[in-house]
């Protein structure tokens, strides 16, 4: 299984902005596809957005039109550009190897995002 190195969270005031990153071991990373997930204090972890091996994205409706997906094949990185941030995207967020049966790799520890004035 792959693993993965969540970065860049911090503390931001609302309407600012933070990149994540993400770095994943394993050769094949040019042919999966990734999500970023976030799990708030007593909520489940949810996906926030998708990118596919040939590049689509998908969002969730609560981040699109303010997060970005993209990705570096040759870094093997995955990144998240969070625009416009609310109180409410406040959450540990994480990445990983996306199916539509369930994440395929290790969940790592994670990235603290923390939105408030």
């Known amino acids: 299984q792959v693993q993965f190195v969540e970065s860049g969270g911090g503390l931001v005031q609302p309407g600012g902005s933070l990149r994540l990153s993400c770095a994943a071991s394993?050769?094949?990373?040019?042919?999966?596809?990734m999500g970023w997930y976030r799990q708030a204090p007593g909520k489940q972890r949810d996906l926030v957005a998708r990118?596919?091996?040939?590049?689509?994205?998908t969002y969730a409706y609560s981040v699109k039109g303010r997060f970005t997906i993209s990705r570096d094949n040759a870094k093997k990185t995955v990144y998240l550009q969070m625009n416009n941030l609310k109180p409410e995207d406040t959450a540990v967020y994480y990445c990983?190897?996306?199916?539509?049966?369930?994440?395929?790799?290790?969940w790592g520890q994670g990235t603290q995002v923390t939105v408030s004035s």
């Open positions: 990983n190897q996306w199916s539509s049966v369930g994440v395929l790799g290790y």
């Open positions: 394993g050769s094949a990373f040019s042919n999966y596809n």
């Open positions: 990118i596919f091996s040939g590049g689509t994205t």
